[in-house]
């Protein structure tokens, strides 16, 4: 069984350019969430998805960033436009239960 | 406030020695305790998993981890370390009617031959 999947693995992108990154959860997980570790800092929740819903956006550092999961399938996390300290690791996750979650290999992103 | 805390930040072990990495947390009732490991350039994977039940839990890669709740701790151990284990450990507990992980900020381990 597959796992998480996300794409792309690694992305550099100039200040002020856009990115969409793009998670595949385990099939048949409704939970799916996005994580983010800057450089050296803590693991930092974004939000959480049931299905194709919102749960939780709490994470979410400012409206530059922007989530969809439509049809509740794989999910994308946009950044526009991209700002220096955006540079990190974005993780997604997914879960059947929402007690044990399985992440993926990670988004790694690099603004100049 | 909840709170997860791993108060090692580095730990530096020689290749068969054994290690111990620490995790507290600070939360009501006793939350679903994890712990993850991150190789360098890896994602993160899961080690294990305490729910509830026996206190002493085994995972993968010969990790294993025990709950305290008097000492509100997770631990993690390994009788025997392998170069191959340095990496980055990450402590995550999810509270009970939860379903968001909150991350200690990880211990480096690193392994001398």
């Known amino acids: 069984e597959a796992g998480v999947t996300q794409f792309p693995s690694h992305s550099v992108i100039e200040k002020g350019q856009t990115v969409t990154l793009r998670c595949d959860p385990i099939?048949?997980?409704?939970?799916l969430y996005w994580y983010r570790r800057v450089m050296g800092k803590e693991i930092k929740f974004l939000l959480h998805?049931?299905?194709?819903?919102?749960?939780?956006e709490s994470g979410m550092p400012n409206n530059r960033f922007l989530a969809e999961r439509t049809g509740g399938t794989y999910s994308t996390l946009k950044v526009q436009p991209a700002e220096l300290e955006d540079s990190g690791v974005y993780f997604c996750?997914?879960?059947?239960?929402?007690?044990?979650?399985?992440f993926g290999e990670g988004s790694w992103l690099t603004v100049v | 406030a909840q709170s997860v805390t791993q108060p090692d930040i580095h730990i530096t072990v020689s290749e068969g020695a054994s290690l111990e990495l620490r995790c507290n947390y600070s939360y009501g009732a006793t939350p679903y305790l994890f712990w993850y490991v991150q190789s360098p350039g890896q994602g993160l994977q899961l080690l294990l998993k305490?729910?509830?039940?026996?206190?002493l839990v085994q995972g993968i890669k010969g990790f294993e981890a025990e709950f305290k709740r008097s000492q509100s701790s997770f631990n993690l151990r390994k009788p025997s370390v392998h170069w191959s284990d340095a990496a980055e450990y990450f402590c995550?507990?999810?509270?009970?009617?939860?379903?968001?992980?909150?991350f200690g900020r990880g211990t480096s381990l690193i392994v001398h031959p």
């Open positions: 995550a507990v999810v509270a009970r009617g939860s379903y968001i992980p909150t």
């Open positions: 998805f049931v299905k194709e819903s919102k749960q939780d």
């Open positions: 996750a997914s879960s059947a239960d929402g007690n044990t979650i399985y």
């Open positions: 099939s048949g997980h409704d939970n």
């Open positions: 305490y729910f509830s039940g026996d206190t």
